[in-house]
């Protein structure tokens, strides 16, 4: 272990209550910008049900005198958010295991408190950094400190860029890429083979889990399925509200007749898309729709028909993993980059109810 003091000072931030559902990096939403003063916590039971105004930062994990390692994990995200709320126990758990001490701390996607945070973090002299990109082409400068101090650095959730990658040890989360390309092929099996013109709602311009899923759906229905044309895009930015208009005005813009489908980026999207079909005495159902995540919003669209197909996201899966691989990192020191992806289970009406698909978030 590099430092049996770990450094407690955390950022806190004000919980924002945002329904993320891409939990991508970055951009991913529109966190409030309202913050309050630096701090800590300290998590002493993992049983104890969350506290609504606790955004996730502080100390988890097993206890410091007693750890194996000392881990800072950088979130963009905790306890304020739907997706964080089921991400951080199994995260701590497996810490817990695996005599992990982990400093947890919530930047709420701004980039510059991810950068300060990355600075205490360094300084500490942890024995490894655990990172979820708050925006995902500002991280370099963190990685390259981390890299120039000997600590080792995993990402979780969503992959750095390419040109980033050798300065980190790792990657485990959804494949976002894959997840778009699970979407489009379900779109291609549910169009058989007709004719099809439909809508697409993607996430935040720029944002890289938007640009890997919007590329594996386009290229997948370029290569599966060239009977689905897309009509129309337009970004949603991760939210219901602003997906519904961009639906709106995309179905104006097209015609409603010549709209057969709709593909949104995550089931937030894809809830306000169903919305603006509807205001326009649309029926949901008479169209093909796909989506990715099966979360508490998109399950029951799936259940009740209006949305035919999503791809399950798995918050545990990502938030045991985190630590999993970082622990694999340590102990076993892999000469080569570990990528571990989190399974894209399809989901439709025929396993919507299943157990091992159960919305987590």
């Not at 689905?228 to 970004?235: G, S, W």
């Not at 020191?333 to 091992?356: C, G, H, I, S, Y």
Request: glycine residues 8%; contains cysteine; charged residues 25%.
């Amino acid at each position: 272990m590099r430092k049996r003091h770990l450094t407690r000072v955390v950022g806190l931030f004000a919980a924002g209550a945002l329904l993320l559902a891409a939990c991508g990096d970055a951009d991913d939403n529109g966190a409030d910008d309202e913050s309050v003063d630096a701090g800590e916590e300290t998590v002493e039971d993992e049983a104890e049900e969350a506290d609504p105004d606790d955004d996730g930062s502080g100390e988890a994990g097993a206890a410091v005198e007693d750890a194996d390692f000392e881990v800072y994990a950088l979130l963009p995200q905790g306890n304020d958010q739907p997706y964080g709320t089921t991400y951080l126990p199994p995260m701590e758990a497996a810490a817990e295991e695996l005599g992990i001490a982990l400093t947890i701390t919530n930047s709420q996607y701004d980039a510059d408190t991810q950068a300060s945070d990355c600075e205490v973090a360094v300084a500490a002299q942890p024995d490894g950094i655990i990172l979820w990109p708050a925006v995902g082409d500002t991280v370099r400068p963190c990685l390259q400190a981390a890299n120039d101090a000997g600590i080792p650095v995993t990402i979780t959730n969503s992959d750095v860029n390419e040109e980033d990658r050798d300065l980190t040890r790792g990657y485990s989360g959804p494949d976002t890429y894959g997840q778009g390309v699970a979407s489009a092929e379900l779109m291609c099996e549910f169009a058989d083979g007709q004719d099809l013109g439909i809508i697409m709602i993607n996430g935040l311009t720029g944002n890289s889990t938007a640009i890997d899923r919007e590329n594996g759906f386009e290229d997948t229905i370029n290569e599966q399925c060239s009977n689905v044309e897309i009509l129309a895009r337009q970004p949603g930015n991760w939210n219901a509200d602003e997906s519904q208009i961009a639906a709106s005005e995309m179905i104006t813009a097209v015609g409603a007749p010549n709209i057969q489908g709709v593909y949104a980026a995550d089931d937030t999207m894809v809830a306000g898309a169903i919305d603006a079909l509807r205001s326009r005495d649309i029926d949901p159902t008479e169209l093909i729709i796909t989506s990715i995540g099966n979360t508490f919003l998109g399950n029951p669209l799936v259940i009740d028909g209006e949305l035919d197909g999503t791809v399950f996201q798995s918050s545990s899966w990502d938030g045991e993993n985190a630590v999993t691989l970082m622990h694999e990192v340590l102990t076993e020191d892999p000469q080569d980059r570990l990528v571990r992806f989190m399974p894209d289970v399809k989901v439709t009406v025929d396993n919507a109810e299943d157990e091992d698909v159960a919305p987590e978030w």
